[in-house]
């Protein structure tokens, strides 16, 4: 499938579901792209499986926001989005910063990155958030 983003505008939390984190944004973030908080200036910018810092994911923006701005952010719970989902399928952060991609992706990645699981899909437009960081890096 390769890395995909949701559409903006239909991501949203489920009310009285979803865990809600709240910080500032360090970059340009849009909502339903995966998150870290910059342990440097603890600013939420866009997670990436590139490094151990990055690859720490704490969810998925559920807002939009550029740099300096508040952003939210689900850590939990279930988050719904465009129908881009197959129901039963673990999502990882993708190969590219603030992108989504299905587990098995990671498995023939011919790229090293970090494991970092986001959450499982309930639905095609339903992921239940529980993001992982392995802090392994995959050879």
């Given at each position: 499938m390769g890395d995909?983003?949701?559409?903006?505008?239909?991501?949203a939390p489920i009310v009285g579901n979803?865990?809600?984190?709240s910080g500032t944004a360090g970059?340009?973030?849009?909502?339903?792209?995966p998150v870290y908080v910059d342990p440097a200036d603890n600013k939420v910018k866009l997670a990436a499986n590139t490094n151990a810092?990055?690859?720490?994911?704490?969810?998925l923006a559920v807002n939009s926001a550029v740099a300096n701005q508040p952003i939210e952010y689900a850590t939990g719970g279930d988050l719904t989005v465009n129908s881009l989902l197959t129901p039963a399928t673990v999502y990882v952060?993708?190969?590219?910063?603030?992108f989504l991609s299905p587990s098995a992706d990671l498995d023939a990645s011919t790229n090293s990155r970090y494991g970092t699981i986001l959450g499982i899909a309930t639905s095609t437009t339903?992921?239940?958030l529980g993001p992982l960081a392995s802090g392994v890096l995959n050879p």
């Amino acid at each position: 499938m390769g890395d995909f983003t949701f559409t903006s505008s239909a991501v949203a939390p489920i009310v009285g579901n979803t865990q809600i984190a709240s910080g500032t944004a360090g970059a340009t973030i849009n909502a339903g792209q995966p998150v870290y908080v910059d342990p440097a200036d603890n600013k939420v910018k866009l997670a990436a499986n590139t490094n151990a810092t990055t690859a720490v994911a704490v969810g998925l923006a559920v807002n939009s926001a550029v740099a300096n701005q508040p952003i939210e952010y689900a850590t939990g719970g279930d988050l719904t989005v465009n129908s881009l989902l197959t129901p039963a399928t673990v999502y990882v952060l993708g190969s590219n910063p603030g992108f989504l991609s299905p587990s098995a992706d990671l498995d023939a990645s011919t790229n090293s990155r970090y494991g970092t699981i986001l959450g499982i899909a309930t639905s095609t437009t339903n992921l239940r958030l529980g993001p992982l960081a392995s802090g392994v890096l995959n050879p």
